[in-house]
């Protein structure tokens, strides 16, 4: 299939499919918002069910202290609960 009659969620699930990519990577490859990146994805995953394919997330990840027990495995958040440094890594997602 030619790239220019795939849509964005077909772009995204083959770049995932590809290598582990960050919502905000996905968002500045395919000139969208962060937040509709995540809302794709969240379909993507969605639509794997009936398959044997599998969205697998990589939590956020503090880059000072390691932390990685965060409440939400999805959004980045602003800061470490543990160290409170800012240093807080996207989630990434990647299908196999």
Same mark, same amino acid.
């Given at each position: 299939?030619?790239? =220019?009659?795939? /849509?964005?969620?077909?772009?995204?699930?083959?770049? *995932?499919?590809?290598?582990? /990519? =960050?919502?905000g990577a996905l968002a500045n490859e395919f000139e969208v918002r962060t937040t509709t990146a995540l809302d794709h994805v969240e379909h993507i995953s969605?639509? *794997?069910?009936?398959?044997?394919? /599998? *969205?697998? %997330?990589?939590?956020?990840?503090?880059?000072?202290?390691?932390?990685?027990?965060?409440?939400? *495995? %999805?959004?980045?958040? =602003?800061?470490?609960?543990?160290?409170?440094?800012?240093? %807080? =890594?996207?989630? /990434?997602?990647?299908?196999?």
């Open positions: 299939m030619r790239e =220019a009659s795939r /849509t964005t969620r077909q772009r995204i699930a083959d770049k *995932l499919r590809e290598e582990p /990519t =960050a919502a969605q639509s *794997l069910e009936p398959t044997d394919e /599998t *969205l697998l %997330v990589a939590p956020p990840t503090c880059e000072d202290c390691g932390f990685d027990d965060f409440d939400d *495995l %999805v959004n980045r958040p =602003a800061r470490c609960p543990e160290c409170k440094s800012e240093a %807080v =890594a996207e989630p /990434t997602f990647v299908i196999e």
